[in-house]
T-cell receptor, first 111, second 114 residues
Framework: KQEVTQIPAALSVPEGENLVLNCSFT??????LQWFRQDPGKGLTSLLL?????REQTSGRLNASLDKSSGRSTLYIAASQPGDSATYLC??????????FGSGTKLNVKP | DAGVTQSPTHLIKTRGQQVTLRCSPI?????VSWYQQVLGQGPQFIFQ???????GRGNFPDRFSARQFPNYSSELNVNALLLGDSALYLC?????????????FGPGTRLTVL
């Protein structure tokens, strides 16, 4: 059974810092991996999707990497801003298009 | 194009009642999945439907049921509500053969059971 773990559970950083969020998964037979952002009480906003054959994806200040063999992904946020404060969720997608989510990392960027 | 839509946005019920949540997929998408997100946790898979047939079911009791209609919209029904059913219910749709088979999530329905 696929299990997804996100570390740390919470993170507080001063504005401007670069930071890394970690995601690990137990079964390397994945189709895609996707990072989401969730603001309090809101739905999911897709940030980056990485296909299993890819190693990384970039969008603006965000960079996500994938190492399938070791069951790890990282989300790198450059020059963090207070508006980046949210919960970040990692999800692996299997060959049946079923999502397995981690519990998220709650990020607080202090002005 | 409209994204995935869900209704209602919020819902308050009492224990023992029944609830129906609705989801309309993106136009052209024939698959719909449902997820439950309890506060402080990641979403958990409940059901997946494709072409009106159930393709997957998560580890949820029989009180949870769903169906998909000919227009590919979907309903999630929960009977005999428990306090623990309070959660954000998310719907996702995708189209087989689309780029990356990417799924798109709706804004969710927040269910509160008192």
């Amino acid at each position: 059974k696929q299990e997804v773990t996100q570390i740390p559970a919470a993170l507080s950083v001063p504005e401007g810092e670069n930071l890394v969020l970690n995601c690990s998964f137990t079964d390397s037979a994945i189709y895609n991996l996707q990072w989401f952002r969730q603001d309090p009480g809101k739905g999911l906003t897709s940030l980056l999707l990485i296909q299993s054959s890819q190693r990384e994806q970039t969008s603006g200040r965000l960079n996500a990497s994938l190492d399938k063999s070791s069951g790890r992904s990282t989300l790198y946020i450059a020059a963090s801003q207070p508006g980046d404060s949210a919960t970040y969720l990692c999800a692996v997608i299997d060959n049946f298009n079923k999502f397995y989510f981690g519990s998220g990392t709650k990020l607080n960027v202090k002005p | 194009d409209a994204g995935v839509t869900q209704s209602p946005t919020h819902l308050i019920k009492t224990r023992g009642q029944q609830v129906t949540l609705r989801c309309s997929p993106i136009s052209g998408h024939k698959s719909v999945s449902w997820y439950q997100q309890v506060l402080g946790q990641g979403p958990q898979f409940i059901f997946q439907y494709y072409e009106k047939e159930e393709r997957g079911r998560g580890n949820f009791p029989d009180r949870f049921s769903a169906r998909q209609f000919p227009n590919y919209s979907s309903e999630l029904n929960v009977n005999a509500l428990l306090l623990g059913d309070s959660a954000l219910y998310l719907c996702a749709s995708y189209s087989f053969g689309s780029a990356y088979n990417e799924q798109f999530f709706g804004p969710g329905t927040r269910l509160t059971v008192l």
